[in-house]
């Protein structure tokens, strides 16, 4: 290298992890692809944030859902600032919390998944089983006497 000349900088270290990042290697990102073509992608709970699945159990008003999450705990979730426009919960919507580490009874809501993506995750098996409501049921055969 010539004097005077200064090395060049390091490339920075990616924020979701890898090789040269810190963090886990799991991916935060689902690939949809439908017909074999990809449809687009789809966040999961960052587990290392402490992220989890839920499902909006009751409506309480002011941005406020009561939330039953994959750990078996019922809390009251906050869709937060920036979202409270942008975001339209309903019962039964499949979301992405991070509790709140002070609180053991609130969370705040990140990510609501549309009923579309929800059945998606369920047939993939992404979704544990204390919230995968939205897996394909079969109809039971009703065996009828004849």
Same mark, same amino acid.
């Given at each position: 290298?010539?004097?005077?000349?200064?090395?060049?900088?390091?490339?920075?270290? #990616? !924020?979701?992890?890898?090789? %040269?990042?810190?963090?886990?290697?799991? !991916?935060?990102?689902?690939?949809?692809? /439908?017909?074999?073509? /990809?449809?687009?992608?789809?966040?999961?709970? +960052?587990?290392?944030?402490?992220?989890? =699945?839920?499902?909006?159990?009751?409506?309480?008003?002011?941005?406020?859902?009561?939330?039953?999450?994959?750990?078996?705990? #019922?809390?009251?979730? +906050?869709?937060?600032?920036?979202?409270?426009?942008?975001?339209?919960?309903?019962?039964?919507?499949?979301?992405?919390?991070?509790?709140?580490?002070?609180?053991?009874?609130?969370?705040?809501?990140? =990510?609501?998944?549309?009923?579309?993506?929800?059945?998606?995750?369920?047939? +993939?098996?992404?979704?544990?089983?204390?919230?995968?409501? =939205?897996? %394909?049921?079969?109809?039971?055969?009703?065996?009828?006497?004849?």
């Amino acid at each position: 290298m010539p004097e005077g000349s200064t090395p060049p900088p390091d490339p920075p270290a #990616s !924020p979701a992890g890898g090789p %040269e990042g810190p963090g886990p290697a799991a !991916p935060t990102t689902v690939e949809v692809v /439908e017909g074999g073509e /990809e449809v687009g992608r789809l966040p999961l709970p +960052r587990r290392d944030r402490g992220e989890i =699945f839920g499902v909006a159990s009751q409506l309480m008003g002011a941005a406020r859902i009561r939330v039953m999450c994959e750990d078996g705990v #019922s809390r009251m979730g +906050r869709i937060t600032g920036k979202m409270k426009k942008k975001m339209w919960v309903r019962e039964g919507d499949l979301l992405i919390l991070r509790p709140w580490g002070f609180q053991e009874g609130k969370c705040d809501i990140l =990510f609501r998944y549309s009923r579309t993506q929800a059945t998606y995750l369920a047939r +993939r098996d992404l979704l544990p089983a204390s919230v995968n409501m =939205f897996g %394909e049921a079969e109809a039971p055969q009703d065996s009828s006497p004849s």
